[in-house]
């Protein structure tokens, strides 16, 4: 699965943390990139809250991420959408690209439109990803769909 995201962080992360600037246009390789625009990051100092200034896209922002309540195992990002209704949701993977299951209740879906913009998404971090660098995927899925990759140390 990660075969398909690779070209796309490593083509987008150089945009995310500057060493394209933005005001340049992009070549052709970014053109195929229609309907999912996929960045990647690596949180390791998130537990405390972390910002994350550049995440942004069209449909969602997202702006921070942190441990909710202090507790170690449920990992919270924040954001905002820009108007668009549709759903945000989280996903874990490992770093080898495999799905990581999340039991029902242990993720949660932030619905989002003209009125409601600001949004939260939990997950309880899987057992297996405990202690480990693992990736979560956060997802808008509306009329379009968007999702950012990010590499977390958990």
């Known amino acids: 699965m990660f075969s398909i995201w690779l070209p796309l962080l490593m083509t987008s992360s ?3 943390f500057g060493a ?4 340049v246009p992009t070549t052709s390789s ?3 990139m229609v309907a999912v625009q996929e960045f990647d990051a690596f949180l390791q100092e998130w ?10 896209h069209p449909l969602f922002d997202l702006t921070g991420v942190s441990a909710v309540s202090g507790m170690m195992e449920i990992i919270r990002f924040s954001g ?8 945000i949701t989280l996903s874990f993977y490992t770093l080898e690209g495999d799905k990581v299951f999340s039991p029902p209740g242990s993720v949660s879906v932030a619905r989002v439109d003209e009125k409601r913009r600001e949004f939260y998404v939990t997950g309880a971090i899987p057992r297996v990803l405990r202690g480990r660098t693992g990736v979560v995927q956060v997802t808008f899925t509306g009329e379009k769909r968007a999702s950012y990759l990010l590499k977390v140390r958990f």
């Not at 405390?48 to 942004?56: D, E, I, P």
């Open 30 to 32: 970014a053109a195929w």
């Open 47 to 56: 537990k405390k809250g972390q910002t994350l200034a550049n995440l942004r």
């Open 80 to 87: 905002e959408a820009h108007g668009q209704p549709g759903e």
């Open 14 to 16: 150089a945009l995310v």
């Open 20 to 23: 394209i600037p933005s005001h």
